[in-house]
């Protein structure tokens, strides 16, 4: 065979194009099968749905000795036919392969001369039939693994592919596996307590890593704040809440000023005012609206929402998408005499394919599902009809201190969870009454409908073949589509001071930003301006906030729900100016009077 | 909702209706969640507007299927022996010419056991004694 036509360009570098994830239960798999104690090299594929740059895998399949051409002690290949019928059955389904193979003679192995011939020879053969497929490789070893991938492989360049591993805590032994390079940079100075705890490797894991909250009530905010000042810089939000009276005395940072923003925008100007480097993308809405991709950047969706759908939502999400999900709940029971029975908390975590999910435990109560689906008159009739309770109109009673006590056992699970320096708790339940704090292990059910062997594990988006269906030919795209996409607000600090510096009173004698000729302030939309008047309250005069703060203080329930600070602060500028054009013209006056004299 | 899950079930259910009449079967995954049966035929005693027993069904998914049996409507305009048997609940919100059917909650679904077809024969039973306090405890 002539070498130099079958060279590689080997780069050495773990591409940031493509990234393998398995659960540690699928490497555990992986390694039983190919590391036996017999020495033998063996071989495996790995089955991934390719989404947003990351490939899920959705399926180990070990091939056995007889569906083997080679497999010995130095040499293992399947059978030309196996390879056929398993790739092209991958690669017809929209799969993409990856090729494993072991070398029970290493710790941490590498591929060698023979390996990069045979990769290269897959390419050529396989890159003609599939241009639009990439082409994995891996080799086992007892302590690491070593991968290389064909971005495209219709070119000989070859990377390194970086590889996340799902609850990589519950592995028997360590193992160590190409990743990328981080991305952002750690302010040693800032962090530097911080650091002392967790090593330069865990602050730069905090600051790597996206985190999306649902609900930014009374415990969502607590979580973002904390994550924030602790140092992660990415944040997703999404509630579709604005914020109300009865939200100040839990939402941390929120003022009377803020009664009727969005509370994704109010807390997301907190979160930048805790750490200046954090970007927040924005949604006013559910967290199903938001678009899936968004979504799936999240390193950890954390749910902190009062609907059971939500939570589902984000259960179903993570186990589709390979993500982390930590799921947060508070509850406060009371009897007739209104007095406190139960104060509990809820901490989930829900690790796709390593931890039981929220289906796994039960935590899907139908009945609380159907009355949450239902429309003000459908419970209004039921309630009538006798079907459900009055109550379940009435809110549910909450106190800050115990979100305090979950926001802060959330952000601690968290921090275990990506900076690896104790093993994160699969579900921590604790008593506000009789502080007690219980911590539980758990395992995913192998008959449940979301993680489950029928289930939805590594899937990515929702999609199926229409071909064979009844009806045929329909519309069967993923929830969050495009066509349903919803606009997110970027939150930074940037944005924060741009809407200080440019805040003047307009034509219509508003506050707000400067004109834009370009009209591109108005793409910012309502929530911009949210972020204006709270920039503009915290920047105003000492005199104003004062003024502010006793109008706020008398305030009537009623009154709460109109003038928002900004208003509140742009009247009180025209006032000003009105004082002002007074005492100019009794200036005047007196001046003139003078000279009349 | 797994739509994985989901097609296969409606192809039961389709195959399933076929052994006994031949309804015409779509759904929407996408939008509306939703599995409609056109022209069924209800049982003796329920007539429509037209004085025949055909009416159409839709099974109302939502998101949150399996974990929730779905809602039933029924066409708007069928009535049992001229009346509107308290399973019609007129009050209730449901798509443009149907009328929710108010099936009642199975206290032991399972969603990983029953599914649109038990949910079909659930209908079935309830429909054909739409006037018990509990067509499926009476049935």
């Excluded at chain 1, 991968?147 to 160590?176: H, M, S």
């Excluded at chain 1, 921590?428 to 911590?439: N, S, Y």
Aim: net charge negative; with cysteine; proline share 6%.
């Amino acid at each position: 065979m002539d070498q130099s036509a079958t060279a590689s360009v080997t780069s050495g570098e773990v591409t940031d194009g493509l990234e393998l994830v398995l659960t540690a239960a699928q490497v555990e798999k992986l390694r039983e099968w190919t590391l036996q104690d017999d020495g033998i090299e063996r071989f495996a594929y790995i089955y991934c749905e390719r989404q947003n740059g990351r490939l899920l895998a959705r399926e180990i399949d070990p091939i056995p000795a007889e569906d083997c051409a080679v497999m010995e002690s130095s040499a293992v290949r399947p059978e030309l036919a196996v390879e056929r019928e398993r790739l092209g059955a991958a690669m017809e389904e929209g799969l993409v392969p990856i090729m494993v193979h072991s070398h029970p003679f290493s710790q941490r192995p590498g591929f060698s001369a023979l390996d990069d011939d045979i990769m290269e020879s897959y390419r050529k053969w396989l890159g003609k039939l599939y241009p639009e497929t990439p082409l994995g490789f891996v080799v086992v070893g007892h302590r690491g693994v070593d991968t290389a991938v064909y971005t495209d492989p219709t070119e000989p360049q070859r990377d390194r592919l970086g590889v996340d591993i799902v609850g990589e805590w519950t592995l028997d032994t360590p193992l160590e596996t190409p990743s990328t390079a981080p991305d952002v940079s750690v302010d040693a100075d800032r962090y530097d307590r911080s650091i002392r705890a967790l090593t330069d490797d865990g602050q730069q894991q905090v600051a790597d890593t996206t985190v999306g909250i649902a609900g930014l009530g009374g415990l969502g905010s607590m979580v973002a704040l904390q994550l924030a000042r602790f140092g992660v810089q990415e944040f997703v939000f999404a509630d579709p809440d604005v914020v109300e009276r009865s939200n100040l005395p839990r939402i941390y940072g929120a003022t009377a000023a803020d009664i009727g923003r969005d509370k994704v925008d109010v807390v997301g100007e907190q979160v930048v005012r805790a750490n200046p480097d954090a970007e927040i993308r924005a949604y006013n809405d559910r967290v199903q609206a938001v678009p899936e991709r968004v979504l799936a950047e999240c390193d950890v969706v954390i749910g902190a929402v009062d609907r059971l759908s939500a939570r589902l939502y984000c259960n179903e999400f993570a186990t589709r998408h390979l993500r982390y999900y930590i799921d947060g709940g508070v509850a406060i029971e009371t009897d007739d005499d209104e007095r406190v029975t139960e104060e509990r908390g809820l901490i989930q975590l829900v690790a796709p394919g390593v931890t039981a999910c929220l289906d796994c435990l039960g935590r899907n109560d139908p009945e609380h599902l159907r009355v949450e689906e239902m429309s003000d008159d459908e419970i209004e009739a039921d309630i009538e009809r006798g079907y459900i309770d009055e109550d379940v109109r009435s809110p549910e009673p909450a106190i800050t201190p115990l979100n305090g006590m979950a926001a802060s056992s959330i952000s601690r699970l968290f921090t275990k969870l990506v900076t690896g320096y104790s093993s994160p708790t699969d579900y921590l339940r604790f008593d506000g009454l009789d502080e007690e704090l219980v911590d539980v292990g758990t395992h995913p059910s192998n008959d449940c409908i979301t993680c489950g062997a029928d289930g939805m594990l590594g899937v990515g988006e929702q999609a199926f073949e229409t071909d064979a269906l009844v009806g045929g030919d329909i519309d069967v795209s993923s929830p969050a589509s495009e066509a349903e996409a919803v606009e997110a607000t970027t939150i930074t600090d940037d944005t924060l001071q741009e809407a200080s510096s440019d805040t003047g009173t307009a034509d219509d004698g508003t506050v707000g930003p400067a004109p834009d000729p370009a009209g591109t302030a108005s793409a910012a939309g309502p929530a911009a301006q949210a972020i204006e008047s709270t920039a503009w309250g915290s920047t105003a005069d000492p005199g104003a906030a004062g003024a502010q703060q006793t109008a706020d203080s008398s305030m009537s329930p009623a009154s709460d729900c109109s003038p928002s600070g900004a208003t509140r602060l742009s009247r009180a500028a025209r006032e000003r100016k009105w004082l002002l054009g007074l005492a100019v013209l009794a200036f005047v006056a007196v001046k003139w009077l003078r000279s009349r004299s | 909702m797994n739509p994985n899950r989901v097609v296969p079930e409606v192809q039961e259910l389709h195959e399933m209706i076929k052994q006994r009449q031949n309804p015409i079967m779509s759904y929407d995954l996408a939008d509306e969640l939703e599995v409609r049966i056109e022209q069924l035929r209800f049982p003796e005693g329920w007539e429509n507007s037209d004085g025949t027993r055909f009416g159409d069904v839709i099974f109302d998914l939502s998101r949150t299927y399996p974990r929730k049996q779905p809602k039933v409507y029924v066409s708007g305009d069928m009535r049992y022996e001229g009346d509107s048997p308290h399973v019609l609940y007129a009050r209730s919100v449901a798509p443009a010419g149907f009328i929710k059917y108010c099936i009642h909650t199975l206290p032991d679904w399972d969603p990983a056991e029953h599914d649109l077809k038990t949910m079909f024969n659930v209908l079935e039973v309830s429909l054909e004694n739409p006037r018990a306090k509990n067509p499926l405890m009476e049935a």
